[in-house]
């Protein structure tokens, strides 16, 4: 490839992430370069097209009308790339990479992926855990569960409401079973222990907080959740993680209901993807799994 067309594309992948993004920050921490570097490549694309593709609006990023329509064919340029290089790599194995945040793989999906390989023999799911929700690109994943309501141009389903429960341990001694030692999972100076302030503002814990807890402090709830089973103390965790270990008695709730924290569970699945048959398995499968009482969204 001549270094003319290498530039080209390189300009215009710099232009796609950040259009996607609206954000060269964002862009730049994707494409691995600096801001600097983000900020030549759309000045170059901007010079060639004759066109300004995008301008400032107070602190944020828009994209004019040629910005858009720009965008919209290059997303559905590098998508068709993408599902080519992994057709070719995967010689033409049905592979679906999902994408899923937080505890939900462990706690609610890998339970269930059984039913999954038994109904879909000739789809292989290829699981990728993030920490926080990943951003929504062909270059990521195939499919995605997020706690994302609705992103335009994906078609979603809401599979679980996060609701969170406060446990102990059954099994293991804490210190103090009226009160015992509270593990939060909000972590930021302004927000420590909100987890379980909030429960205390909806009245479903027989203790109140003190003002000068002495927290114990988790970033994840699967860690939280350990914790919990050392007998250090009682953590806010989702429903869905301690279903087993509730019912087989390792653990006990000590709150009288569940903390909504609105952080609830989608499937996302690009329209333009939508009626892929590996991907179709996917979302057929979520559905059943949510008793046709999930909530989907254009």
């Known amino acids: ?5 290498q530039n080209n594309l390189r300009s215009l992948q710099t232009f796609e992430s950040v259009a996607r993004h609206l954000s060269l920050t ?10 600097s570097a983000v900020s030549h490549q759309l000045r170059r694309l901007t010079d060639q097209v004759g066109e ?16 858009e329509a720009l965008a919209r064919k290059l997303g559905a340029a590098f ?10 790599i995967g010689r033409n194995r049905k592979l679906v990479r999902l994408a899923v945040c937080s505890s939900f793989a462990p706690g609610w999906l890998v339970p269930r992926l059984a039913s999954f390989h038994h109904a879909n023999p000739e789809v292989g799911l290829q699981l990728c855990m993030y920490a926080r ?4 690109t062909d270059a990521v994943a195939d499919a995605f569960v997020t706690t994302f309501p609705e992103v335009p141009g994906f078609w979603s389903l809401l599979v679980r409401r996060e ?25 930021e100076p302004a927000r420590i222990g909100a987890d379980w302030k909030v429960g205390a503002e909806q009245g479903i814990l027989p203790f109140e907080i003190a003002g000068s807890q002495d927290w114990l402090f988790a970033s994840y709830y699967i860690v939280a959740l350990e914790m919990v089973r050392q007998g250090l103390g009682a953590a ?9 270990e509730l019912a087989d008695g390792a653990l006990k709730v000590i ?18 993807r939508r009626s892929e048959a590996p991907l179709d398995a996917v979302a057929r499968w979520f559905r059943l799994q949510t008793n046709g009482q999930g909530k989907h969204a254009a």
């Open 1 to 5: 490839m001549s270094t003319s067309k």
């Open 26 to 35: 964002k862009a730049a921490a994707e494409l691995g370069v600096t801001q």
């Open 52 to 67: 300004r593709l995008m301008m400032k609006s107070g602190r944020s990023i828009v994209l004019t009308p040629a910005g």
């Open 79 to 88: 998508g068709d790339i993408d599902r080519s290089l992994s057709e070719v």
């Open 133 to 136: 929700d990943p951003v929504l």
């Open 163 to 187: 609701v969170l429960v406060a446990v102990v341990s059954s099994r293991k001694p804490v210190l103090d079973q009226i009160a015992p030692r509270l593990i939060t999972t909000d972590l």
């Open 236 to 244: 806010l965790v989702p429903d869905f993680l301690v279903e087993r």
């Open 255 to 272: 709150s009288d209901g569940g903390v909504a924290t609105k952080e609830d569970y989608y499937l996302c699945i690009k329209e333009s």
